[in-house]
C-alpha cells in the first residue's frame, strides 16, 4: 500500500522591521487576510466585499506587494483586471519587535498586535451573530471558551507550543462535503490577580 502524500507545510512569513511597518495598517491587514482566507480577489472585488473604494483597496494592495506580502495572480479575469493573491499562508510575529531601538518600529508593532485583537473580536461578533444560520452541528461545534490556570512562564510557552501543534495536526485531515473553513484563535495572557 503506498503512502498518502502528505500535505504541504503552511508558507509563513516572518516579519522583521521593515515588512512589519509594511503590513502595520488596520486595511492591509484586512486585504491580506481576505486574500488569505478567500483566495485571489482584484482590488474592485475586495474593495466591495470590505465596504472601501477601489482607489484605496488598489494603493494598500501595492503598497502590500513592495513588501512581499502579495502578488499578481495570473490566470485570473479577462482583460485588463488585475487579481492578486497572498504570497503566503501566515504570518509569524516576533515580539522582539515590540522593543525596537525605533519607535515607528514599535508603533507598527503595537497597532498590529492591536489589529490582530480587533480581527479577532469581529470575527467572534460576526460568529454569534450569524450563528443561527448553521446547522445545530456546527453550533455544537462551535467553542468560546477560557480557562485560568496557574502556570510558570516555560509551562505557558509549552502549553501554547502543544496547543499549536495539535491544530497543525489537523492541517492533513480529508475534506468531505461537510468541510467548512473553521477559524482557531489562541490566546494565552499572564494576568495579575487583584490580590498581587
Do not use: C
Not at 491587514?29 to 484605496?56: C, I, K, N, Q, V
Not at 515607528?104 to 450569524?130: N, S, V
Not at 492541517?171 to 489562541?186: A, C, F, K, L, N
Amino acid at each position: 500500500m503506498s503512502e498518502k502524500p502528505k500535505a504541504p507545510e503552511p508558507q509563513t512569513r516572518m516579519l522583521d522591521a521593515r515588512s512589519l511597518r509594511g503590513l502595520a495598517h488596520p486595511l492591509r491587514m484586512r486585504l491580506l487576510a481576505a486574500l488569505r482566507h478567500d483566495g485571489p480577489a482584484t482590488a474592485s472585488r475586495l474593495a466591495e466585499r470590505l465596504g472601501e473604494s477601489s482607489g484605496a483597496t488598489s494603493y494598500h494592495l501595492r503598497q502590500l506587494a513592495a513588501h512581499g506580502f502579495v502578488e499578481d495572480a495570473p490566470g485570473h479575469g479577462k482583460g485588463r483586471e488585475r487579481w492578486w493573491r497572498a504570497v503566503h499562508d501566515g504570518t509569524a510575529f516576533n515580539e522582539q519587535l515590540l522593543y525596537d531601538e525605533d519607535p515607528a518600529t514599535r508603533g507598527a508593532a503595537d497597532l498590529f498586535l492591536h489589529e490582530i485583537a480587533t480581527i479577532h473580536t469581529q470575527e467572534m461578533g460576526t460568529w454569534l451573530g450569524d450563528a443561527h444560520t448553521w446547522s445545530p452541528q456546527w453550533r455544537r461545534s462551535s467553542d468560546l471558551s477560557d480557562f485560568t490556570l496557574r502556570l510558570t512562564p516555560d509551562q505557558a510557552a509549552e502549553l501554547v507550543a502543544r496547543m499549536h501543534e495539535l491544530v497543525e495536526s489537523y492541517r492533513d485531515v480529508p475534506q468531505s462535503v461537510d468541510t467548512e473553513t473553521v477559524r482557531i484563535h489562541t490566546h494565552a495572557l499572564p494576568r495579575r490577580s487583584a490580590t498581587e
